[in-house]
T-cell receptor, first 116, second 116 residues
Framework: AQKITQTQPGMFVQEKEAVTLDCTYD???????LFWYKQPSSGEMIFLIY??????QNATEGRYSLNFQKARKSANLVISASQLGDSAMYFC?????????????FGSGTRLLVRP | ETGVTQTPRHLVMGMTNKKSLKCEQH?????MYWYKQSAKKPLELMFV???????ENNSVPSRFSPECPNSSHLFLHLHTLQPEDSALYLC???????????????FGPGTRLTVL
């Protein structure tokens, strides 16, 4: 069975510094996808970044980048130049299934607090 | 409106009440999902619908009854709930065509449910 592990319940980072949020996964399917979502206190899950298992390069989206280490089965999220608005819960998730109605398996999340 | 909307945003109900949660997506997606997010637990997938047909029921108790009249609307009918059913209920959608090449799931803002 697929599994996502986020070992950091909470993290602090100083404003303008970079922070890495850890995510490890387990799957026997050679084709998979990994997502990171941000959940502010309002509750809505906001998509941040995606990494496909066959992608040759690490994904980047603005201040977000993914440190994808396939052999280690890790997909850590790096947020550069942290802003106060980055304070939120962050979830790593794996796609299960290949069609358009795929399922997402979520990790337990990491609460990030950005200090001014 | 755009994206995924959910109503109501907050709901308080007694254990003998019957209520319904509504989700609507304006993205032209074919798949819709219900997730449950309890305190200190990962998001749990409840139901998946693809082109109005239920494709996944993740061992959800029968006091939760989903309904998908078309690809744009999804309901969750609630009856004789328990206090442990108090949680944030999130709706999501995905599919093609989509506004993004990653085919990520788009989430609504959620309904915060309290069962007394």
């Amino acid at each position: 069975a697929q599994k996502i592990t986020q070992t950091q319940p909470g993290m602090f980072v100083q404003e303008k510094e970079a922070v890495t949020l850890d995510c490890t996964y387990d799957t026997s399917d050679p084709s998979y996808g990994l997502f990171w979502y941000k959940q502010p206190s309002s509750g809505e899950m906001i998509f941040l970044i995606y990494q496909g298992s066959y992608d040759q390069q690490n994904a980047t989206e603005g201040r977000y980048s993914l440190n994808f280490q396939k052999a280690r089965k890790s997909a850590n999220l790096v947020i550069s130049a942290s802003q106060l608005g980055d304070s939120a819960m962050y979830f790593c998730a794996m796609r299960e299934g290949r069609d358009s109605s795929y399922k997402l398996i979520f990790g337990s999340g990491t609460r990030l607090l950005v200090r001014p | 409106e755009t994206g995924v909307t959910q109503t109501p945003r907050h709901l308080v109900m007694g254990m003998t009440n019957k209520k319904s949660l509504k989700c609507e997506q304006h993205l032209g997606h074919n798949a819709m999902y219900w997730y449950k997010q309890s305190a200190k637990k990962p998001l749990e997938l409840m139901f998946v619908y693809n082109f109005k047909e239920q494709t996944e029921n993740n061992s959800v108790p029968s006091r939760f009854s989903p309904e998908c009249p078309n690809s744009s609307h999804l309901f969750l009918h609630l009856h004789t709930l328990q206090p442990e059913d108090s949680a944030l209920y999130l709706c999501a959608s995905t599919g093609t065509p989509g506004p993004s090449s990653y085919n990520e799931q788009f989430f609504g803002p959620g309904t915060r449910l309290t069962v007394l």
